[in-house]
């Protein structure tokens, strides 16, 4: 397992390998990311999370950054799910799962999320 890639991005493809095996599902489809002790609980559009030991740092490497913000110390956000979600002064509550947000990255959050939006126009 240590020569393993816990997460790669392949084109349109975020691979994980979790369990001894690999997954693949469109990186697009990926909403958010909650971590704990240098694993990451991946949750997407549908189906159940995957978890992988990987820090969220090391993931936030590897996706687009403009596709995604790291809102808090444990979550990581696809800035598409902003205009599904409720969002709070200090969390976010999308699909009802509540998604904190630290204190200070409400004004960035909302700012990152209107660049996507913008982005996904031009």
Known sequence: MKNKVPV?????????FSNRRY??????????????????????NSGSPIVAKISLEKL?????????????????????????AVVFVDHIDYRGKKIDISRDTIDVLIQKSLEYQAGLVN
């Not at 790669?8 to 994980?16: E, V």
């Not at 002790?37 to 949750?43: M, P, R, S």
């Not at 403009?66 to 990581?76: A, G």
């Open 23 to 44: 997954y693949q599902r469109k990186w697009d489809d990926l909403c958010y990311v909650a971590t704990c002790d240098h694993y990451c609980e991946f949750f997407f």
């Open 8 to 16: 790669s991005i392949q084109g349109l493809l975020i691979c994980i």
């Open 60 to 84: 936030m490497a590897i996706l687009p950054e403009i596709s995604f913000y790291r809102c808090h110390k444990k979550f990581l956000i696809h800035l598409k799910i902003i205009n599904e």
